[in-house]
């Protein structure tokens, strides 16, 4: 089985970014993590990172004609907004599990809104690290049972 881990902007910068909200954890670190997991899973993690949006929506569509079984996306601030990507995983016939490092719901008022919440099965917020390895569990499961959104 493969699951995708697409991250989004400015996620490149885990380690440096406000470690007080994010950590200390490279995106290599989290990488890492995420790939142990996955062989513990049995499972094939691909992990993906731009700054692009137009790249990120042309690594969804390519993922709709992809054997990936399901996704797990943190979208950064483009979660906020970003109804190119909603609509481009919307199209995705696997599930799809939005994971934050930090809790977004205790957060600023922007943060707090979710315009990938409507296409996604589901979304681990406020562990670190640990939210994308839940959040990997979760699509792991959902893949299992053949559930998507």
Do not use: K
């Not at 007080?20 to 993590?33: E, F, P, R, S, V």
């Not at 929506?57 to 709709?64: G, K, Q, S, T």
Request: aromatic share 6%.
């Amino acid at each position: 089985m493969r699951i995708a881990v697409l991250h989004g902007v400015n996620l490149n910068m885990f380690g440096r970014r406000d470690p007080a909200q994010y950590g200390t954890a490279t995106l290599a670190d989290i990488d890492a993590a995420l790939a142990a997991l996955g062989q513990e899973l049995e499972v094939a993690v691909d992990c993906f990172q731009t700054n692009h949006e137009g790249v990120m929506v042309e690594r969804i569509h390519a993922l709709a004609d992809s054997d990936a079984r399901a996704v797990v996306i943190n979208a950064g601030a483009w979660t906020h907004y970003s109804y190119a990507l909603a609509d481009a995983l919307a199209i995705l016939r696997v599930p799809v599990v939005e994971v934050h490092m930090s809790n977004v719901h205790a957060r600023e008022a922007f943060r707090q809104q979710s315009v990938l919440a409507p296409v996604c099965a589901g979304s681990v917020c406020g562990f670190g690290v640990e939210s994308y390895l839940l959040g990997l569990r979760a699509a792991h499961s959902l893949a299992l049972r053949g559930q998507n959104v």
